[in-house]
């Protein structure tokens, strides 16, 4: 819990510099996870900061819904619903949104396996997930082993060196399409 107030107040404190620093590198990661992500209705973004990039995820979705638990960064957002809230409990029910993404937010997760079992519950049967972590934290086998941990089935493992990040995509379902 002390851990995450410290992160909270960084955040927190450090929203324009935030801005400045990492909105370009940012967004070159989330046009990298967009090739990932499919059409759909409602689509969850876990750790979303200022919203770089859910103006672009409403083309995607119908529904599109951000969370995080830095109120600094959530009053930058300019677009679409957000929520002010811990990912390690998300407060939906189970079995709501079609995809999953989040972008360089795990690493913070003092637990995160229980943020992706989260991830995991509120998405439906056959719905996807798109992770992003920091590879100095989270290297490709570690990330595939957290995500596979929670039970997500893992489609795809991206270790791209262009990015400082590693990638997941998964699915709920555990059932090998027919
Ligand atoms: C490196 S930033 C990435 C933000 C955004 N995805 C982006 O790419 O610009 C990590 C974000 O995770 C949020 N965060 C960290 N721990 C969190 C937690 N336990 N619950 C919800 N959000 C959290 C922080 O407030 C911050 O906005």
Redesign the pocket.
Known sequence: VER?RE??RL??ETVDF?ERR??EI?LE??EFARRYLLPCTTLL?????????LRELRKLAKLVVG????EG?LRKVREGIVVL????HLPFRDNVFDQVL????L????NPVK?LEEMRRVLHENGRLVISSLRKKHPLPLLMGLVERAGFRILEGIDEPRYEDTFVVATKSQLHKL
């Open positions: 995450k992160l909270m955040y927190d935030y990492y909105r940012q990661k989330y973004e876990v750790g979303c900061g200022m919203g770089f990039y969370v995080d638990f830095s960064m809230a811990d990912a390690e989040s972008i360089t937010a690493q913070n997760f003092p943020a």
